[in-house]
């Protein structure tokens, strides 16, 4: 038995040997961009931090802080601070450099210029500190951080590079137990799982990850400060995309099984109240723990299904047999009884 087996170990090796040296290469080649590859991941993030940030400030200006004091009590005047003594230094030059002789004078109006442009800028240094008042910022917790999200995400990137190439090895090693007119499915195998699952990044990328970053980090921002660890960035990040990614190859591997002959659009149809539970279930483990970006996953996994099903039934219509022919005479007789 092992014998016969040895030829299937042997192609086995040679293909997971192909896959793993091109995933190798990959890697070199993304780790080379890895600032840029990072810079790209972490740009939702940035853009999500950045629009939270105005948000708070916008809401923040619009907020109405009243405060009680007593009638017979007045306010303490805080005069000390580095803008009023610098208004309070300009003022006195000015009238310093109208009694002056005319040498002293001059030097006493470039000091009231001086004056002039301190003052500008701690007007602009004021102004800053008052409207920065949301600090969500990337932070990394441990000593070499950088380096190990440098690496996961150039292994990341790896994944995304040779995945053309490793889909074309699987199917390289299931081909050989397949008919010629089924072996013809590579092109669309490899080519199209490609292409979906590039579609799938690309939808989480450009479309969840812009709305689930800017909710979840809206919720309790005006209480906490999100200090985000890059590092479980990265994990959140990924798993979020690979499982898009997977997920929008449903209509790739209902076309292959069709192909084959093991599905057809009928028994699609009848199984989709299931799927639909399934398919939410997924996208709950899929993605962060918010109605929103599930329901982001959901409604195209749905359409997606639903694509399959057409897709079905072209490549493997449900062809009736003598049985469902008699089931639908019964049912037409016994409505006419």
Do not use: C
């Not at 190859?249 to 093991?262: C, H, N, T």
């Not at 982001?296 to 057409?310: E, H």
């Not at 062809?319 to 409505?335: I, M, V, Y």
């Amino acid at each position: 038995m092992f014998e016969e087996i040895k030829p299937h170990l042997a192609e086995l090796r040679l293909r997971l040997s192909l896959s793993v040296a091109s995933l190798f290469v990959a890697f070199i080649i993304a780790f080379t961009f890895h600032n840029t590859i990072l810079t790209w991941i972490t740009q939702p993030l940035n853009d999500a931090l950045t629009a939270v940030g105005r948000i708070i400030n916008e809401q923040s200006k619009g907020t109405w802080h009243t405060s009680s004091i007593d009638e017979n009590k007045t306010a303490p005047k805080i005069d000390n601070s580095p803008l009023v003594s610098a208004t309070k230094l300009e003022n006195a030059l000015s009238e310093a450099s109208k009694v002056a002789n005319e040498k002293l004078a001059t030097l006493l109006k470039e000091a009231t210029k001086a004056v002039q442009e301190l003052k500008e800028s701690l007007k602009g240094l004021q102004s800053d500190v008052d409207n920065n008042t949301f600090g969500g910022k990337i932070t990394t917790h441990q000593v070499g951080g950088a380096f190990f999200v440098a690496l996961k995400v150039s292994f990341f990137a790896a994944i995304l590079g040779a995945l053309p190439f490793i889909l074309y090895q699987i199917w390289m090693f299931i081909a050989p137990g397949l008919y010629e007119h089924e072996k013809k499915m590579v092109y669309p195998f490899v080519i199209g799982g490609a292409i979906m699952f590039f579609i799938g990044v690309l939808f989480a990328y450009y479309i969840v990850t812009p709305f689930g970053f800017q909710f979840l980090i809206t919720f309790g921002s005006f209480l906490y400060t999100p200090l985000i660890n890059i590092e479980d960035y990265v994990g959140f990040f990924t798993k979020i995309l690979a499982g898009f990614g997977l997920a929008f190859e449903l209509p790739v591997v209902a076309y292959s099984l069709g192909k084959i002959g093991l599905i057809t659009d009928k028994s699609l149809k009848e199984f989709f109240k299931y799927a639909v539970v399934i398919i939410f279930i997924l996208a709950a483990l899929l993605t962060p723990p918010d109605v929103l970006t599930q329901m982001l996953m959901a409604a195209p996994l749905i359409i997606l299904y639903g694509v399959s099903i057409i897709i079905l039934k072209y490549v493997n219509p449900h062809e009736e047999d003598e049985d469902d022919n008699n089931n639908k005479d019964k049912n037409l007789l016994k409505n006419k009884n």
